[in-house]
C-alpha cells in the first residue's frame, strides 16, 4: 500500500523548527538494529540537527542527556523521531547505500558505508529519501564577490529491486534552462515521465516546487514493468 508519510513541504520546515527550550521528547528516538531489534534511547542533538549529509554514526544515550554510545549504520538501520506534541507526525531515517559523489566533478559511486537518509514517501516498489545539501554559488561584480551558500535538498529513488538510493534532483534557485530536458535527463530511468511531461500531464514548474510529486509515478510505473513480465 502505497503511502506518502509527510508531504516535502513539512518534511523540510519540520528539520529547521525553532524550540523554545529543550524538551527531551525532541530528542527520544526508537532505534533499529539490524537483526530487527530495537530500543530507546535520546539523541544528543534534536531533530531539526539532524539535517546534516553523509551521516553513517549515531550517537544514542539510555537517558536524555546521558552517556552516548556510538552506533554505526550497519548496526542501527533505522532511526525514528516519535510524534509528540512539536512534531505531530514520526519522522524516519534508513540507513542505505546511496550513490554520491565527493565533489561537482567527480563521478556518481554508491557510498562506502550506509548513510541515514529521511524517507519521504514509502511504496510497494520505491521509497523516496532526501538528504541536505550545500549549494555554493560564486558571484562576481564590479563591486564585490559574493559567495552564496545556501542549504538546500538532494532526492533520491530507491527501487525495490535494486536496493541502492539514486538521486534524481537537487534543489536550487535561479532559473534552469531547458527545464523539461533536464528533468528527463535526470529521471531517464523513468521514460514515463517524460511522457507525461511532453504530453502536458505534468508540468515542470510542479515538479520543481514538489520534486516528490513524482515518488507515485514510479512506483505506478514499476508496478506495470512488473505486471508484463
Known amino acids: 500500500m502505497k503511502k506518502i508519510l509527510v508531504s516535502i513541504i513539512c518534511c523540510l520546515c519540520m528539520g529547521l523548527t525553532s524550540y523554545a527550550k529543550n524538551d527531551p521528547q525532541d530528542f ?51 532511526i525514528v523521531f516519535p510524534a509528540n506534541k512539536n512534531n505531530t507526525t514520526p519522522v524516519v531515517y534508513e540507513a542505505v547505500t546511496a550513490m554520491t559523489r565527493t565533489s561537482m566533478f567527480s563521478k556518481m559511486k554508491p557510498t562506502k558505508t550506509p548513510i541515514f537518509l529521511r524517507l519521504i514517501y514509502e511504496g510497494e516498489n520505491v521509497k523516496g529519501y532526501v538528504m541536505p545539501y550545500l549549494d555554493q554559488t560564486l558571484t562576481t561584480n564590479a563591486v564585490a564577490d559574493w ?31 531547458n527545464l523539461k530536458g533536464v528533468i528527463k535527463k535526470f529521471l531517464k530511468d523513468f521514460p514515463e515521465i517524460g511522457e507525461m511531461i511532453d504530453k502536458g500531464e505534468l508540468k515542470p ?7 516528490s510529486i513524482v515518488y507515485p509515478i514510479m512506483d505506478d510505473a514499476l508496478a506495470k514493468r512488473k505486471a508484463k513480465k
Open 28 to 78: 527520544k528516538v526508537i532505534a533499529y538494529r539490524a537483526d530487527g531489534t530495537h530500543f530507546e534511547g535520546y539523541v544528543t542533538t534534536a531533530l531539526r540537527n539532524y539535517f546534516r549529509p553523509k551521516v553513517s554514526t549515531v550517537g544514542i544515550s539510555e537517558t536524555y542527556k546521558g552517556e552516548e554510545k556510538k552506533y554505526t549504520s550497519d548496526e542501527v538501520v533505522k
Open 205 to 211: 514548474k510542479e515538479f520543481r516546487k514538489n520534486p
Open 147 to 177: 559567495n552564496i551558500m545556501t542549504y538546500t535538498y538532494t532526492y533520491f529513488f530507491m527501487t525495490a529491486d535494486e536496493g541502492i538510493a539514486k538521486p534524481y534532483w537537487t534543489d536550487m534557485d535561479g532559473v534552469i534552462p
